[in-house]
């Protein structure tokens, strides 16, 4: 495996890389993964995980009012916040 050295300094840049990811997967999934679903899905969870990550607002941020931070806890309980951010990362999957 060839190593690469990636880098972002935005959320912006951290949707765009992940975006840029799903698509190559996608395309290696057409040439020589044989059409697998399995790589279908797994290239749209990296694409929908780009576009949640680029509703990152570190000034005015939603996902930390909901999340919370290492100081203060979110309005998502602890106990609910994976089941929260995959229903998220679910609806950023759903087409336009």
């Known amino acids: 495996m060839k190593e690469h050295t990636v880098d ?3 959320p912006e840049q951290l949707a765009e890389l992940l975006e840029t990811i799903g698509l190559r997967l996608h395309a290696k999934n057409r040439i020589a993964g044989g ?3 399995y ?3 797994l290239a749209e969870v990296l694409r929908a995980a780009g ?3 680029a509703r990152l607002d570190f000034e005015h ?3 930390y009012a909901l999340f919370g931070n290492g100081y203060e ?3 998502v309980p602890a ?4 089941d929260h951010f ?4 679910r609806e950023a999957a759903k087409p336009v």
């Not at 106990?79 to 994976?82: K, L, T």
């Not at 995959?86 to 990362?89: C, M, S, T």
């Open 86 to 89: 995959l229903g998220l990362l």
């Open 35 to 37: 059409e697998s679903g």
């Open 8 to 10: 972002f300094t935005s």
């Open 73 to 75: 806890a979110g309005t």
């Open 51 to 53: 576009r949640l990550a």
């Open 61 to 63: 941020d939603e996902m």
């Open 79 to 82: 106990e609910d916040q994976q």
């Open 39 to 41: 790589l279908w899905h």
